[in-house]
């Protein structure tokens, strides 16, 4: 906890049990950067987040293709069959 801080929240009227939670909140705020490991280790989970929904995406895409496609297909077979038939 950084002193300073909680002794600035206690002279602007804030409770000793407050004053000490906020202190210690802003204190740990920012440990999650001083370890380089970690930091590659929220890189990396990130990254394996982000590969998860561009493969997912890519699903999706592949199944919308495949719709266009066969709907294309059927649509030519339609306009075959009403022009042959005319």
């Not at 001083?34 to 990254?47: G, K, S």
């Not at 297909?73 to 339609?78: A, E, G, K």
Request: hydrophobic residues 45%; negative net charge.
């Amino acid at each position: 906890m950084i002193e300073e801080i909680y002794t600035a929240f206690k002279e602007a009227g804030i409770s000793d049990e407050r004053a000490k939670s906020v202190a210690k909140a802003l204190t740990n705020s920012g440990d999650e950067f001083d370890d380089p490991d970690l930091e590659w280790e929220i890189a990396y989970r990130r990254f394996n987040e982000i590969n998860k929904w561009v493969k997912k995406i890519k699903d999706t895409q592949t199944l919308l293709q495949w719709l266009v496609g066969f709907n294309l297909v059927l649509t030519m077979v339609t306009l075959f069959l009403l022009l042959r038939g005319g």
